[in-house]
Structures are given as structure tokens and as C-alpha cells.
């Protein structure tokens, strides 16, 4: 044999050895297609080897032996740990995802890797993630959501598991209850005017284990809350803007319309939005303080402000429905100084059968339309807004 090893018999595939703690050593020898193949097969008896000669002829290429097949399924494992988490959570970050929502996600998939640390994410199962899913009191949509996105990744971006391989195909994004059908979403302007003026003071919040503490304007949050309630924004875009992604311009030659704030919209569209003065000072706040305060002191804030007020919290996410009601009630369209005509009127002019055609292809005019609601924000904390020409200048 060239190897020292002596032939003790022979089986339907080859022949045998005696190792040297006495078991039978079962080798398949067999010549295919012109090809000699000799395997040391992982098999204790003649009937295993049969079946694994049995596996060995439907492939001779692709066959390997129990161990060789183990090893290689260990080596191509797929984990759902730190390194794997963090590479997706760059990639999103590199689509344009927002900080928010990419924190968002990493928060649930830490939850996900904690439940199913060190296991091959190829083995998990469909009950193994409901039965998990069922110890998790709150958020579950959000879960799901994460989850099934990040295994989407992997199928299809890192090519490391298969759709026969991910159970989160199976799994269902639970169906949100209609938030109407729990409580009315929307506030009166007079709820938001009292909490504006209800924001006031400076927040003291202790940072380190020695018991120090700082001090934090809340200016900031009268801001956040001031464009939230005069424009609709999302959150996301308000943040965006204070970090300088949006563009702020001062008309040359301002009326009721001071500037225009131009921003990537939560579609992906860019969008130019008509502000007053009062929202022109908050944005350009915002801005010189670089970013918008945390939603955990805005939080703070605004629970502080509500308690004082006797009222239910009042949440931001809630005011861009706010507005929409508020404008759809007693809104009124402002126009700029130079003037314009409403889209209704072009798109019966050029033939556009709906005004929506019309806005597809001016709704990046340097100065759109303003909706103004009856909303007095009033706060003597407040700075003096300067004069549009010298706030230009400036």
C-alpha cells in the first residue's frame, strides 16, 4: 500500500484496513469517467459505507465525507455577532439610511444576537425565532422588521445564506394596530402654543459617576418643536438640516416668506420648503449649534413641560399630522412677493390632465408656496429675530 497500512478485506466499494485502535478502515476506490477517486470513509460498518458509496456515485465531484462535510460547515457558518452587525450597519449607513434609524436597528439586532449567540444562523429555525420573539414585551414590529432586513442583506449583498436557509422568509411583520382605534393622533394649536411657552429654563442632568453635572439650553427643543409644528418636517429631516445636509436661503427680497429650506425628503426626493421668519431664526439656530438635541433630552424637555401644564405628553412625531390638519382647516396659501399661480391653475393651462403632473416637474422652483396656520409661538426666552436684511447679511 506505500503507506505501511495492510488490506484486511474487501467491501462492494474497495477494501479495508484495521486502524490502529482496531476498527475497520473503510476506503472507496473507484475509477469514474476515466477518473480514479480513493476515499477514507467516515463509516464504523459495511452498511454505512454502502450508503455513503451510494452518496459517493450521484457525485463524485461534490462528494465529501462526513468530516470534510462538517469542517466545511463550520468554516462557511453564519453568524449573527458584532462584526457581521457592524459591516451591515456601515452599508446602510453608505445608502444614505439616517443616524436615528440606523441606531435604530442596531439596538434590535444586539437584542437578536444576545438570543442566539454562537449559533450557526443557518440552523435557526422559524419556531426558534417566534418562541424568542414571544419573551420580547414591546416593539416586536420593529424586530421583525430589523431582523428580516439584515438576513435580506445577507442572502443578497454577503451571498452568505440561502433562501432555503433563512427562517425570516417565514416570519410575518406583525400588523400594526391603527393608532386612531388606540387614541386621536393630532393636537389643537392651543395645546402647542401652551407647551411653547411652557419650554423654559435650562436642564441640569448629571453625566458621570462622580456626580458632576451641566447645563443644557433648551432653546434647542423650542426650535425642533417651532419647524415641526410651522412646516411638517419629519424628524429625520429636521435633523438633517442642523447638520448642515439642508440648505437655508434668505430671500433677497422677503415678505411674509423669509427663506427657503431645501433638503433631501424622507422619499429620497430633494424638496424646497417656503418658511417665515420665525422658523428661518430656529432653523439657522439649529444649524449653528450643528445638531439637533437628542430625542432622550427633547423627551425630557417635553415631559417636563407637559407636567407642569397638567396635559398628556405631547409627541413631535405626532405634529406633521398636526399641521396637515391644522392647514386643511384654517391653513392659508401664501405666495412669494414676486407672485405665482397655484399648480391647479398652470396644469389647466399646459394641458396636465392632474396638478400632481405639474409638480413633477416644478416642484424644485426656488420659491414655492407657503401654508400659514393661525399658530402664535410666543416664548420670552426667545432671541429677538433681527431684521430679514441684516439676518441676509449676517
Known amino acids: 500500500m506505500g503507506s ?19 476498527r475497520p478502515v473503510y476506503v472507496l476506490r473507484k475509477m469514474v469517467a476515466g477518473k480514479t477517486y480513493t476515499v477514507h470513509l467516515d463509516a464504523r460498518s459495511e452498511t454505512e459505507a454502502e450508503a455513503e458509496l451510494a452518496l459517493f456515485m450521484r457525485d463524485p465531484e461534490g462528494y465529501r465525507t462526513k468530516g470534510e462535510a462538517q469542517k466545511l460547515k463550520q468554516e462557511s457558518a453564519v453568524y449573527l455577532d458584532a462584526p457581521t452587525v457592524g459591516r451591515y450597519l456601515d452599508f446602510m449607513r453608505r445608502a444614505g439610511t439616517t443616524k436615528r434609524y440606523v441606531s435604530s436597528v442596531g439596538f434590535y439586532l444586539a437584542a437578536w444576537a444576545e ?80 407647551l411653547y411657552r411652557a419650554i423654559t429654563g435650562w436642564e441640569f442632568t448629571n453625566f458621570d459617576r462622580k456626580d458632576m453635572r451641566r447645563v443644557t439650553d433648551v432653546q434647542c ?80 424637555v417635553v415631559r417636563r413641560a407637559c407636567k407642569s401644564l397638567g396635559m398628556e405628553l405631547v409627541r413631535f412625531g405626532e405634529l406633521r399630522h398636526s399641521f396637515v390638519t391644522w392647514a386643511s382647516e384654517c391653513g392659508q396659501e401664501v405666495r412669494p412677493k414676486s407672485g405665482g399661480l397655484p399648480l391647479a391653475a398652470i396644469a389647466a393651462v399646459v394641458g396636465h390632465t392632474s396638478p400632481a403632473t405639474t409638480k413633477r416637474f416644478y416642484e424644485n422652483v426656488a420659491v414655492p408656496p407657503m401654508i400659514k396656520v393661525p399658530l402664535r409661538l410666543e416664548h420670552p426666552e426667545d432671541p429677538a429675530v433681527l431684521p430679514l436684511k441684516a439676518a441676509a447679511a449676517s
Open 4 to 22: 505501511g497500512k495492510v488490506w484486511t478485506g474487501k467491501w462492494q466499494g474497495g477494501r479495508t484496513f484495521t486502524a490502529k485502535d482496531g
Open 115 to 194: 438570543a442566539f449567540s454562537g449559533r450557526d444562523w443557518r440552523t435557526v429555525t422559524l419556531q426558534d425565532l417566534l418562541r424568542e420573539l414571544n419573551r420580547q414585551p414591546t416593539a416586536r414590529k420593529n424586530r421583525v422588521t430589523a431582523l428580516k432586513a439584515f438576513c435580506a442583506w445577507l442572502r443578497e449583498e454577503e451571498g452568505t445564506l440561502t433562501v432555503a436557509e433563512d427562517a425570516t422568509i417565514s416570519l410575518k411583520v406583525p400588523v400594526s394596530r391603527p393608532e386612531k382605534s388606540v387614541r386621536e393622533k393630532g393636537y389643537s394649536i392651543e395645546t402647542i402654543e401652551r
Open 221 to 300: 427643543v423650542r426650535d425642533v418643536l417651532c419647524l415641526h409644528a410651522k412646516t411638517g418636517m419629519h424628524g429625520t429631516e429636521i435633523e438633517r438640516l442642523a447638520q448642515g445636509e439642508g440648505k437655508v436661503t434668505v430671500l433677497k427680497e422677503p415678505g411674509e416668506i423669509a427663506a427657503t429650506l431645501r433638503f433631501v425628503h424622507k422619499s429620497g426626493r430633494v424638496h424646497v420648503q417656503s418658511i417665515d421668519r420665525q422658523a428661518l431664526a430656529a432653523a439657522q439656530r439649529l444649524q449653528a449649534r450643528g445638531a439637533a438635541p437628542v430625542d432622550s433630552h427633547i423627551r425630557r
